[in-house]
Nanobody, 125 residues
Framework: QVQVVKSGGGSVQAGGSLRLSCTTSGVTFSDVNMGWFRQAPGKEREGVSCITWRGDNTYVSDSVKGRFTISRDNAENTLYLQMNSLKPEDTAMYYC??????????????????WGKGTLVTISS
């Protein structure tokens, strides 16, 4: 059984930073691609960033490019999302995704095998 544990959400003012982390069990972390999605109130879940199992390729959505950085530590079975220069429009529930594809149209919520429960990020203006 795959379990996903997340931490790091919270509330900050615009321009601030947060770091999300995600660990998994029940799956060989170093064998799977990992990613982050988010869902704002009243909106569909959208892909934020994805990283391949070796960490040698990443994808970042245009809306966060230059501000968010995805990384992973396979020795610690941990995925990270460093979020800088946060904006009020970044306010959302953030979800860790396990075992997904990072390639183009395959990077979508309906193609994610396993999800974390979500952590709330609130950015005030």
């Amino acid at each position: 059984q795959v379990q996903v544990v997340k931490s790091g959400g919270g509330s900050v003012q615009a321009g601030g930073s947060l770091r999300l982390s995600c660990t998994t069990s029940g799956v060989t972390f170093s064998d799977v691609n990992m990613g982050w999605f988010r869902q704002a109130p009243g909106k569909e879940r959208e892909g934020v960033s994805c990283i391949t199992w070796r960490g040698d390729n990443t994808y970042v959505s245009d809306s966060v490019k230059g501000r968010f950085t995805i990384s992973r530590d396979n020795a610690e079975n941990t995925l990270y999302l460093q979020m800088n220069s946060l904006k009020p429009e970044d306010t959302a529930m953030y979800y860790c995704a396990v075992g997904l594809s990072c390639i183009g149209a395959h990077f979508r919520p309906t193609a994610v095998p396993y999800w974390g429960k979500g952590t709330l990020v609130t950015i005030s203006s």
